[in-house]
């Protein structure tokens, strides 16, 4: 509930499934009620991108139950189909995830192929410094990004169809 605290032009829905959280972070960490730009929907995220049809600049998806579980249907293609429908065009998704950044365990493969699965041109960024050469208790948080283009649709170059110099902007030709 921090996020966007002192703004008062935008429009902010906080989801989570918890109803407790908003009397918690009101009175703990807040100290004063949510701004009127600010709505809290006590519900689970599927239930709520199901019954709205809102776009948004902005959906951030932080979803731990504890430092390392994360409820199984919020980490499905399925899920992240949802949030990709509800990003208005150039909307912004960060996802926080807690997962190995070698990925060393299944869980952390699976995680980024089902994320790029649905948002093929994502950033992966590590939160904390790593060594890739040590493999013991290297979990960490990891933000992924992804910027929504209605019109993306992907492409592969290959050696027979290779139109890589038309698709990059006019402005790099000069």
């Not at 709520?48 to 979803?63: C, G, M, R, T, W």
């Not at 992966?124 to 990891?142: E, L, P, S, Y």
Request: no cysteine.
């Amino acid at each position: 509930f921090t996020l966007g605290r002192t703004d008062t032009k935008n429009s902010y829905v906080f989801v989570d499934i918890d109803k407790e959280l908003k009397k918690i972070s009101e009175t703990l960490f807040l100290q004063e009620k949510l701004a009127p730009n600010k709505t809290f929907e006590a519900m689970d995220a599927r239930a709520y991108l199901n019954q709205s049809d809102e776009k948004f600049d902005v959906i951030i998806l932080d979803l731990f139950r504890d430092p390392i579980s994360t409820p199984e249907n919020l980490i499905t293609r399925e899920f992240f189909e949802q949030t990709k429908k509800h990003l208005k065009d150039g909307g912004i998704m960060l996802g926080n995830y807690f997962a190995s950044p070698t990925f060393s365990d299944p869980y952390s493969r699976n995680l980024d192929y089902t994320l790029h699965s649905v948002f093929p041109a994502m950033n992966r960024q590590i939160v904390r410094n790593f060594n890739a050469w040590k493999r013991d208790d290297d979990w960490t948080n990891i933000v992924y990004s992804y910027v929504h283009h209605a019109d993306e649709k992907p492409g592969i170059y290959t050696d027979d169809k290779n139109t890589a110099i038309f698709d990059k902007p006019a402005t790099l030709h000069h």
